[in-house]
């Protein structure tokens, strides 16, 4: 991780945070491109990229037609030749028509031209459910493009780590999936230095230190894991919550200590359950350190359902107490 320019921090939303991080990596290097739907004028549907047409210009911050396949082929020639875009999706619901793109030229892009190419572009996008959207808005089907070698795949959770990451990801030769989650675009503030710094993709953060069992997860569901933890904690249950970050490449090595230490283990996302990562890092559990295991390890998912509007929101999403019935049933097993 890279120190910040200046000592000075501020108190930043994520989104402020998502904004800040493109400030500082555009006003560094005059190849980095913002474009996509209404990002320039508008400032982009969650205002993201607010400030930055008036800054850098059209030229450098470009609002595209309604075409997601466009506009990500677009931002593949000119990371091909040289410049760093970063194109933004308006939903995660709306990057199917850019999939084919995405997996069959921007992550192939360095095989295919056997290293004369690479491809340094970033696509955005915010993700997730909680905020009452419309259909088409509220997806998480993150291990679609984990699944695609020559991408990596970074979701952060916190303020700080948002401009780190974001950073992070806009400076890597290779394409990055970056997913924003939306529900905690605005749910609260965090310490951010005001200067550029870097946090180093592929390594995952111990959220809470603990004994008893091992909790995996990211983005939004960090926030509702960590208070389950917290609440547990009450009740003699030490809890150790491990944020993944870069789902891929996923950091094996701290799944594998955490679990080492604590023998028990529960994933949570919000992407409904068949195929989800949880899949994965029971997997790497399984393959790596089976002999340290004490009992079978819990998914506190999303349903195997379209994501419901409204009413059964909250109910689709894992909440704290739902994480704590796992967790109970795993540490008593």
């Known amino acids: 991780m890279s120190t910040a320019e200046s000592g000075k921090t501020e108190s930043l939303t994520l989104v402020q945070s998502v904004r800040d991080a493109l400030y500082g990596e555009m006003s560094r290097n005059e190849d980095v491109i913002v474009m996509g739907e209404d990002v320039g004028q508008n400032g982009g549907v969650f205002r993201a990229t607010q400030g930055l047409y008036e800054e850098f210009g059209e030229e450098r911050v470009i609002d595209t037609p309604l075409a997601e396949s466009g506009i990500v082929g677009t931002a593949v020639g000119m990371a091909a030749y040289g410049l760093r875009p970063v194109p933004e999706m308006q939903f995660m619901g709306f990057i199917y028509p850019a999939f084919d793109q995405i997996v069959s030229h921007a992550a192939r892009l360095r095989t295919r031209s056997r290293g004369r190419f690479t491809c340094p572009m970033v696509v955005r996008a915010p993700y997730g459910g909680g905020i009452r959207a419309p259909e088409h808005h509220s997806e998480s089907t993150e291990t679609l493009f984990v699944h695609q070698p020559g991408l990596k795949v970074v979701i952060p959770s916190t303020p700080y780590d948002t401009k780190g990451l974001l950073a992070a990801a806009i400076r890597d030769p290779d394409p990055v999936v970056f997913l924003e989650p939306k529900l905690i675009y605005r749910a609260f503030r965090g310490d951010v230095p005001e200067g550029t710094y870097t946090v180093e993709l592929g390594e995952a953060a111990v959220r809470r230190e603990g004994s008893d069992i091992s909790v995996f997860t990211w983005g939004a569901m960090t926030r509702p894991t960590v208070e389950a933890a917290e609440n547990l904690a009450e009740e003699g249950i030490d809890c150790e919550v491990v944020d993944l970050r870069t789902l891929s490449p996923l950091d094996e090595e701290t799944i594998v200590e955490s679990f080492k230490k604590t ?35 819990g998914r506190v998912t999303g349903f195997d359902v379209p994501f419901p509007l409204y009413a059964l929101e909250d109910y689709y999403l894992p909440e704290a107490a739902r994480i704590e019935d796992e967790i109970r049933e795993t540490v008593e097993f």
């Open 263 to 297: 023998g028990r283990a529960v994933v949570v996302h919000e992407a409904p359950k068949t195929g989800g990562l949880a899949g994965e890092v029971i997997a790497t559990i399984q393959e790596e350190v089976l002999l340290y295991q004490e009992a079978p390890i």
